[in-house]
């Protein structure tokens, strides 16, 4: 079960992130087991108290700008059924922010993690195969304004271009010479941005993230028309 959290109007200018949580992961990484947690467990529920703040006074900066439904703290406790890798926990917090839907669309990722390995993530990571379908044919039709969008200077400054996994060739029903195959082919639309950890302890760091996502908008736009329309343009809403 994950952690929800809503966000809660306050006076607070600024919150920085706490500087113990790589200390502490740091440790964990060392000693990632039940034993040891279980005895440190007081230190990791105060650091991740103080997450929890950080996390919402991002989704409060966030909601100036965009209308931010729900924050998701996702636990510390790793899912191994399936994995090779039974290391027991994470050693890194994430934390996603959801758009209010159905109208908007896209979503935004917050990694906190040591060894200068923090980023954040905003895009599409899965889309169903209904919206990846409406996706690829609004590109096969024009895909001269996300063109636009994706080559704007200060976009391509802060995000640079897409991740994300994508097929090798062309997508059945579409012509693998069409001209946006570049872009038809991509099964994912995401973005990132790297972060040292000298750069997260910055007082500044959630201000900066908040900007980041602020610069997205144009892309969640255009996207979301894309997502709550027919290729006539009508509404599906």
Partial sequence: MAFFIFIQKNNMKSYPVPKDVFTFFKKLEKNNDRDWFNAHKPEFKAIEAKMKIAYNHLGELMS??????KIKIFRIYRDVRF????????????GSFARKKPELRGGYYLHIQPNNESFIATGFWDPNKEDLLRIRKEFE??????????NDKTFKATWGNFVGDELKTAPKGFDKEHAAIDLIRKKQFIFTKKYTDKDV?????????????KKIRPYFDYMSDVLTTNLNGESLL
């Fill in 201 to 213: 302890l910055a007082e500044g760091f959630l201000n900066d993230v908040d900007d980041a996502f």
């Fill in 141 to 150: 039709m024009d895909d001269s304004e996300i063109r636009t969008i994706l």
């Fill in 64 to 69: 100036a700008h965009d209308q931010i439904e």
């Fill in 83 to 94: 994995s090779k890798n039974k290391l027991p926990y994470k050693t890194h917090f994430g």
